[in-house]
């Protein structure tokens, strides 16, 4: 089983910046790729980014394309989404996703993200 904390959220003013942290704990070397996630009020979840744990290789949704950077420290256990030029429409619940190799999925608790002046 793979634990996960998420933190770094807050009030933000819009063109600001957060970094988000996840931090994995358990089995971490089961760890297949890592997603960051967020979901508004009264909308559905919806991928941010996300970032293989060996390769490295990421994704990106177009919303947040230029914007956000999603990075990882294996020996942390860690990974980070790196949050600029923030705005209003960013607001949300964001919540990190671990996939194992075998396919299962593990949720963190969610940490809010607010952008207002």
């Known amino acids: 089983q793979v634990q996960l904390v998420e933190s770094g959220g807050g009030l933000v003013q819009p063109g600001g910046s957060l970094r988000l942290s996840c931090a994995a704990s358990?089995?971490?070397?089961?760890?297949?790729?890592m997603h960051w996630y967020r979901q508004a009020p009264g909308k559905e979840r919806d991928i941010v980014a996300a970032i293989s744990w060996s390769g490295g290789n990421t994704y990106y949704a177009d919303s947040v394309k230029g914007r956000f950077t999603i990075s990882r420290d294996n020996a942390k256990g860690t990974v980070y989404l790196q949050m600029n030029s923030l705005k209003p429409e960013d607001t949300a619940v964001y919540f990190c996703y671990a996939v194992t190799r075998t396919g299962y999925g593990y949720w963190g608790q969610g940490t809010q993200v607010t952008v207002s002046s």
């Open positions: 358990g089995s971490i070397s089961s760890i297949n790729a």
